[in-house]
C-alpha cells in the first residue's frame, strides 16, 4: 500500500497513530492477558475474538482515514476500535483475576465495561456512520434516523450501567444501579426491546444505502455498505428473541456472526470512501492487495458461518458431527462463490475474454468506426475498472476520451497493425486504486482488437475526406456548366430562335416554309426552357445568393404551378438568421438535389396533392431532411432509377445515407435524407428500410 498526501488539508497524522497505537496495543495486552488467563471457550471468549477483531480492523481504517481528514466518520471507527480494545482487555483482566484471585477482589464495575465498552461505538457505526457516508449533507431523512439512532445508543448505555443485577441477592455490577424492584424487573426487557429497535434501525440504514446505490449504480462500496449493515444489524437479532439464552450453540451464533459480518463492513467503508474520494481523500492502494484483504476477509466470514451452523445442527458421534459441518458447508458454498466472483470484479473488473466480447459487439453493431470506438472505449473503462480511458492515433490527436485521469499516472498500452504503430490507449485506475499486472495483461489481450478500429477508423476518415474533395470538385464542375448553359448554350439557342422568328417574318404569308419556320422557333423555344430550368437544377443562383431555405422555398413555388402545395419547414436551432446556420456548399447542393429530384418525381408519378419538405438538425454535427407526401406511394416491384441512384452516390460522397419508405399507414412516399455537416462525418441512423424511389419508382 502506498499512499500521496492528501491535498485537501485536514489531516491528523498525529491523532491517526495516536488511534492505530491505541487501538492496537489494547488489542496486543487482550492477546497477552487471553495466554496468561487461558479461560475456556464459551461464548464469552468469541465476544472477546470480536472486540480483538474490531479494535484491529477498525483502528487501521480510523488511522488510514484520519490520516487524510478529520471526518466525524473517522473519530466514530476509532471510536468503534478503541471501545472494542477496552472490552477485550476488561473481558480477559476478569478471566486472570477470577482465576488467581478471589472473584470478589476485582472491581464488579469491571465486567460492566466489559459490556458496555463496545456499545457506542459499533452501535454509532451501525446506526450513523451508513448516513454519514457521503459528499453531500445528510437529508432530512437521515437526520432523523442519525438522531435516533443517538437516542438509541444513550438509551441502552443508560440502561446497561444503571440495572441492578444481581441485586438484591448481592451487590449490583453497575456503577449506577438503581436499587428499584420495578426497575430490576423491567431492566432486561427494556434492553431487549432497545435491541430490536438497533435491529429495525440498522436495516434501515442498509436501505437507505441500497437507495443510494440505485440512485449512483456507478457508486463504489454502496452495495457492500448495505450488505454488511443488513449484517451487523441481524446479528443482534437473538440477543432479541432470547436474551443470550438457550443452547450453547445458539449462544455461540451472535460472536460468530458478527465476526462474519466484519467480511464486510469495514470493507465496503474503505471502498465508499476511497473508492469515491469522499471528503478529499486521495490514497492509492495496490488492487493485489485489496484483493486478498478481501478475499480473506471473505474466506474466514465463511468459515465462521460453517462453524455456526455445524454447531446449531444436530449430530451425534463422528459421522454425524462430519454430516453437521458438511452440510452447511455445501449450502453456504454458492453464496460463499457469488460472492468471491464480485470481489473479483469489484477489485479487477471482468477478465479479457468477457471484455473482447463486449468490445467486439460494439465493432459489430456501431455505425461507423468513430462509434465503435467510442463504445470500445466505454466498454474497457467499464469491464476493467478503470478511471479513465483515452485513445489517441499516430498523429497524437485524440480520438475517444472516456473518463477523468482525476491526475493519476497513465498506462501506456500501444496499438500496432502489421508491425506498425497506429496509436496509443492511455487509460488511468480509478481513484484510490493502481494497476496491477493482471490488469495491464487484459489490456494487452484487448489492445490488437481496440488497434485494428483504429487503423479502420484512420483509413474510413481519408475515404471520406477524399470523397469530400470529390464532392467539391463535381459541385465546381456543375457550376462550370451551368454558367455554359445559362451564359452560353442557352443565349445561343434563344438566338436561334429569333432568327427563324425574323425569317418567318421575311417570308410571304403564303409561303409554305412558314408553318415550318414557326414550329422550329416553338421547338427552338422549348429546348430554351429546358436549358434554363437544367441549369437552374444544377446549381441555382438563388442557392448561391441567398442559401438553402430560401433556395427550396423558391422551388416549392414553382411546383405550387402544378398544382402541388408544397410546405416547407425547419425545425434548425436558429443561430444566424431565422433558418439557422447555413450549411457548408457541398451539403446545401446535395440536400437541394434530393428535394428537386423528390419533387419532380411526386410531381410525374405520385397523383399526390400535398408535400411537405422538412430541414432539421437531430444532433449538433446531423442534418436530417424528410420529404412526404401523400400520393400513392411505392409501388411493389419498383427499382432505382438513374436519378434516385444519382441521388444515392450524391449522398454517400459526403458521408450520409438516402432512404425511400413508405409514409405514415402505408399511405404516400417518405424520402430521408442525413448528412453529416462536418468533413468525414457519419450520421447516427441508417439508410430506409427500401430502395424504392418517391412515387412509385419510376424516376
Known amino acids: 500500500m502506498t499512499a500521496r498526501q492528501g491535498t485537501h488539508g485536514g489531516g491528523g497524522r498525529a491523532s491517526a497513530v495516536a488511534v492505530l497505537v491505541t487501538a492496537w496495543g489494547l488489542a496486543a495486552t487482550a492477546l497477552v492477558l487471553m495466554v496468561l488467563a487461558d479461560a475456556p471457550w464459551d461464548a464469552t471468549q468469541w465476544y472477546f475474538v470480536v472486540d480483538t477483531a474490531d479494535a484491529l480492523v477498525y483502528g487501521l481504517v480510523a488511522a488510514v482515514v484520519l490520516s487524510r481528514r478529520t471526518h466525524p466518520v473517522a473519530w466514530l471507527v476509532a471510536l468503534t476500535a478503541v471501545g472494542g480494545g477496552v472490552a477485550a482487555v476488561t473481558a480477559q483482566a476478569v478471566a486472570l483475576w477470577a482465576r488467581d484471585r478471589d472473584a470478589g477482589a476485582l472491581p464488579p464495575s469491571w465486567s460492566v465495561l466489559q459490556g458496555t465498552a463496545w456499545v457506542p461505538g459499533t452501535l454509532a457505526l451501525l446506526l450513523v456512520v451508513p448516513h454519514l457516508l457521503s459528499e453531500r449533507a445528510p437529508s432530512r431523512a437521515s437526520r432523523a434516523a442519525i438522531a435516533a439512532g443517538v437516542v438509541l445508543i444513550a438509551g441502552l448505555l443508560a440502561v446497561r450501567l444503571t440495572d441492578p443485577w444481581p441485586w438484591p441477592a448481592a451487590e449490583p455490577y453497575a456503577p449506577l444501579a438503581v436499587r428499584h424492584t420495578g426497575w430490576a424487573r423491567w431492566a432486561e426487557p427494556a434492553q431487549r426491546i432497545l435491541l430490536g429497535c438497533v435491529v429495525a434501525l440498522g436495516l434501515v440504514a442498509a436501505a437507505h444505502a441500497v437507495r443510494r446505490r440505485m440512485r449512483d449504480p456507478a457508486g463504489r462500496g454502496l452495495g457492500w455498505l448495505a450488505i454488511g449493515t443488513a449484517l451487523v444489524a441481524l446479528t443482534f437479532l437473538p440477543l432479541v428473541l432470547f436474551a443470550g439464552e438457550g443452547p450453547a450453540a445458539l449462544r455461540l451464533f451472535t460472536p460468530l456472526t458478527h465476526l462474519a459480518s466484519q467480511a464486510f463492513f469495514p470493507a465496503a467503508v474503505l471502498v465508499v470512501v476511497l473508492g469515491g474520494r469522499l471528503w478529499g481523500i486521495d490514497l492509492v492502494v495496490s488492487r493485489a492487495l485489496v484483493w486478498w484483504l478481501l478475499t480473506g476477509l471473505l474466506v474466514a466470514g465463511y468459515l465462521c458461518t460453517v462453524a455456526v451452523l455445524g454447531l446449531l445442527l444436530p449430530g451425534d458421534g463422528t459421522p454425524g458431527r462430519v454430516l453437521a459441518t458438511a452440510v452447511p458447508a455445501a449450502v453456504v458454498q454458492p453464496a460463499r462463490s457469488w460472492l468471491q466472483r464480485r470481489v473479483d470484479r469489484l477489485v479487477h473488473g471482468e477478465a479479457a475474454a468477457p471484455a473482447l466480447g463486449k468490445v467486439g459487439r460494439h465493432l459489430g453493431s456501431a455505425a461507423g468506426p468513430e462509434q465503435a470506438l467510442t463504445g470500445m472505449a466505454e466498454s474497457i473503462a467499464a469491464s476493467f475498472n478503470l478511471g479513465s480511458v483515452r485513445i489517441v492515433d499516430e498523429d497524437g490527436t485524440t480520438r475517444v476520451a472516456v473518463g477523468a485521469p482525476a491526475g493519476a499516472e497513465a498506462v501506456v498500452v500501444p496499438l500496432v497493425v502489421r508491425r506498425r504503430t497506429a496509436g496509443r490507449m492511455l487509460v488511468t485506475a480509478r481513484p484510490g486504486e493502481r494497476l496491477d499486472r493482471r490488469a495491464r495483461s487484459a489490456l494487452d489481450e484487448v489492445a490488437p482488437v481496440v488497434a485494428t478500429t483504429v ?30 448553359l445559362h451564359d452560353q448554350l442557352g443565349p445561343a439557342l434563344a438566338g436561334i430562335g429569333l432568327g427563324l422568328a425574323a ?82 456548399r457541398e451539403v446545401s447542393g446535395t440536400v437541394y438535389a434530393v428535394v428537386a429530384e423528390a419533387l419532380r418525381n411526386v410531381v410525374r408519378h405520385a397523383g399526390a396533392r400535398t408535400c411537405a419538405v422538412t430541414v432539421e438538425n437531430r444532433e449538433p454535427e446531423l442534418l436530417l431532411v424528410t420529404v412526404v407526401d401523400d400520393g400513392r406511394g411505392i409501388g411493389p416491384g419498383s427499382r432505382d432509377g438513374v436519378g434516385t441512384q444519382s441521388l444515392r452516390e450524391r449522398a454517400e460522397a459526403l458521408g450520409g445515407t438516402i432512404g425511400w419508405e413508405p409514409g405514415e399507414d402505408g399511405h404516400g412516399t417518405r424520402v430521408v435524407l442525413r448528412l453529416p455537416l462536418r468533413p468525414g462525418g457519419t450520421p447516427r441512423e441508417g439508410r430506409g428500410r427500401t430502395g424504392a424511389p418517391a412515387g412509385g419508382g419510376r424516376a
Not at 487503423?455 to 451551368?482: C, I, K, N, P
Request: glycine share 8%; charged share 35%.
Open 503 to 584: 425569317a418567318r417574318n421575311l417570308l410571304p404569308d403564303d409561303s409554305p416554309a412558314g408553318p415550318l419556320l414557326g414550329r422550329l422557333r416553338h421547338e427552338v423555344d422549348a429546348r430554351v426552357e429546358e436549358v434554363r430550368v437544367l441549369a437552374r437544377g444544377l446549381f441555382p443562383p438563388v442557392l448561391t445568393e441567398l442559401g438553402l431555405m430560401p433556395a427550396l422555398r423558391e422551388l416549392a413555388m414553382r411546383h405550387e404551378a402544378d398544382g402541388l402545395t408544397v410546405v416547407v419547414r425547419t425545425d434548425r436551432t436558429p443561430a444566424a438568421g431565422e433558418d439557422g446556420p447555413e450549411p457548408p
Open 455 to 484: 487503423h479502420l477508423a484512420a483509413v474510413t476518415r481519408e475515404l471520406r475526406e477524399s470523397r469530400g474533395r470529390l464532392a467539391a470538385a463535381r459541385d465546381d464542375e456543375r457550376r462550370a456548366l451551368r454558367r455554359e
